[in-house]
């Protein structure tokens, strides 16, 4: 498609299990960021992938995250045990190469986790 | 420390109106700022960007951007608004043209009264 495209939408589940969502980014782009939007806490940047290099793992909150990046293409963000403050929106987005000229992050619809 | 702050939680405005969301930023280097909007329900949709050059910016339906770096101000104006520009609003600022995490602020709520 010719957007991000992320899944599943919404998803529920119950504190302790773990979830997996899914970014698929846009065709060409090396730079991948998966970014957290919450009531409390706004939007906060979780991780970052460029290319085959090291990713930028400043923003996780806590090691029940991760994130991998397959083919240099789709990611997927885990989150292990879930609790109760883990409920928010994750937004995916993706950008250019560097030296492509700008290369403003587009931002997929994200996926609206509840944990009960 | 990257930082932004959108001093307006919320904003109404009439339809027609003018409008201006204020944004400041604090960043050790040259800023790469941008204004995001978001719908409910929906991602994040790019409105315009500075990077360099001219400071007054350009964007999508009908919004523009004055970047002074003096002020470390990045307002978003609009001459009028619209109905359908009841959003969220998010100034953000970036590094090495944006392919560095963003910062974002908290948000402005815009309600648009008929």
């Known amino acids: 498609g010719a957007g991000v495209s992320q899944s599943p939408s919404n998803k529920v589940t119950e504190k302790g299990k773990d979830v997996e969502l899914r970014c698929d980014p846009i065709?060409?782009?090396?730079?991948l960021y998966w970014y957290r939007q919450s009531l409390g806490q706004g939007l906060e940047f979780l991780i970052y992938?460029?290319?085959?290099?090291?990713?930028?793992k400043s923003g996780l909150p806590s090691d029940r995250f991760s994130a991998e990046r397959t083919g240099g293409s789709v990611s997927t963000l885990t989150i292990q045990r879930t609790q109760q403050e883990d409920s928010a929106v994750y937004l995916c987005?993706?950008?250019?190469?560097?030296?492509?000229?700008?290369?403003?992050?587009?931002f997929g619809d994200g996926t609206r986790l509840s944990i009960l | 420390a990257q930082s932004v702050t959108q001093p307006d939680i919320h904003i109404t405005v009439s339809e027609g109106a003018s409008l201006e969301l204020r944004c400041n930023y604090s960043?050790?280097?040259?800023?790469?700022l941008f204004w995001y909007v978001q719908s409910p329900g929906q991602g994040l949709q790019l409105l315009l960007k500075?990077?360099?050059?001219?400071?007054l910016v350009q964007g999508i339906k009908g919004f523009e951007a004055e970047f002074k770096r003096s002020q470390s101000s990045f307002n978003l104006r609009k001459p009028s608004v619209h109905w359908s520009d009841a959003a969220e609003y998010f100034c953000?600022?970036?590094?090495?043209?944006?392919?560095?995490?963003?910062?974002f602020g908290k948000g402005t709520k815009l309600t648009v009264n008929p």
């Open positions: 992938f460029q290319g085959n290099s090291a990713p930028d």
């Open positions: 500075y990077f360099s050059g001219d400071t």
């Open positions: 953000a600022v970036g590094g090495r043209g944006g392919s560095e995490k963003l910062v």
């Open positions: 987005a993706s950008s250019s190469p560097p030296g492509q000229g700008t290369q403003p992050q587009h």
């Open positions: 065709s060409g782009h090396t730079a």
């Open positions: 960043y050790g280097a040259t800023p790469y």
